[in-house]
């Protein structure tokens, strides 16, 4: 079985630049989240989907991030524009829906760097 | 966000066993502990969780305090694959203020000699 996939691994770009990062999660995972590490801080949580439906997206720093997930499958995180302070590593993780027991599938993440 | 308290940075010799404390004094009675792992230039990988009993699986134990308010990860033999930075986490259900998802602290930073 497929893990969660991450697509790019790795993304240079210029500051005012748009990117799109993309998160394929395991099939039948109704849960995805975004998270992100940036350089020396924790590793912190920006949104969740259950299917298509933004459950919360309280993490999300300011309206330059834009998430979403078509059809309750595959998710897209966009920035634009790019700003330094978004250099980082971005996770995705998928999970079944449950009380909290269920596992946390993650991607090997994307690093952004903005320059 | 739910609080658990790890120590910086723990040591262990190849093939010792490696016992990683965590403290959660404010565990709620949903809350399950996790453990997830995070290996150099990879994402987090779950370890182990459990909600009050002792848990077992082929990469570690998880050690479960009566009063839930502190657990350990018990890492049998350590390999210097087990180099990594270990996460004590709480999650709560996928419904509520907390939506099942995960609280990241610094974690515990394992180095394992050979």
């Known amino acids: 079985e497929a893990g969660v996939t991450q697509f790019p691994s790795h993304s240079v770009i210029e500051k005012g630049q748009t990117v799109t990062l993309r998160c394929d999660p395991i099939?039948?995972?109704?849960?995805l989240y975004w998270y992100r590490r940036v350089m020396g801080k924790e590793i912190k949580f920006l949104l969740h989907?259950?299917?298509?439906?933004?459950?919360?997206e309280s993490g999300m720093p300011n309206n330059r991030f834009l998430a979403e997930r078509t059809g309750g499958t595959y998710s897209t995180l966009k920035v634009q524009p790019a700003e330094l302070e978004d250099s980082g590593v971005y996770f995705c993780?998928?999970?079944?829906?449950?009380?909290?027991?269920?596992?946390?599938?993650f991607g090997q993440g994307t690093r952004l760097t903005v320059v | 966000d739910a609080k658990t308290t790890q120590p910086n940075s723990m040591e262990s010799n190849e093939e010792e066993p490696v016992h990683l404390p965590c403290n959660h004094s404010?565990?709620?009675?949903?809350?399950?502990i996790h453990w997830y792992r995070q290996l150099p230039s990879q994402g987090p990988e779950y370890v182990i969780h459990?909600?009050?009993s002792n848990v077992n699986n082929r990469m570690a134990s998880l050690a479960i305090a009566e009063d839930r308010k502190s657990s350990t990860l018990i890492l049998h033999r350590a390999t210097l694959r087990d180099a990594a930075v270990y996460y004590c986490?709480?999650?709560?259900?996928?419904?509520?203020?907390?939506?099942?998802?995960?609280?990241f602290g610094r974690g515990t930073q394992l180095t394992v000699w050979p």
């Open positions: 099939s039948g995972h109704d849960n």
């Open positions: 404010t565990i709620s009675g949903t809350d399950y």
């Open positions: 986490i709480l999650r709560g259900p996928d419904r509520g203020s907390t939506l099942g998802r995960l609280y």
């Open positions: 993780a998928s999970s079944l829906v449950g009380q909290g027991g269920t596992e946390a599938f």
């Open positions: 989907f259950v299917k298509e439906s933004k459950q919360d």
């Open positions: 459990g909600l009050t």
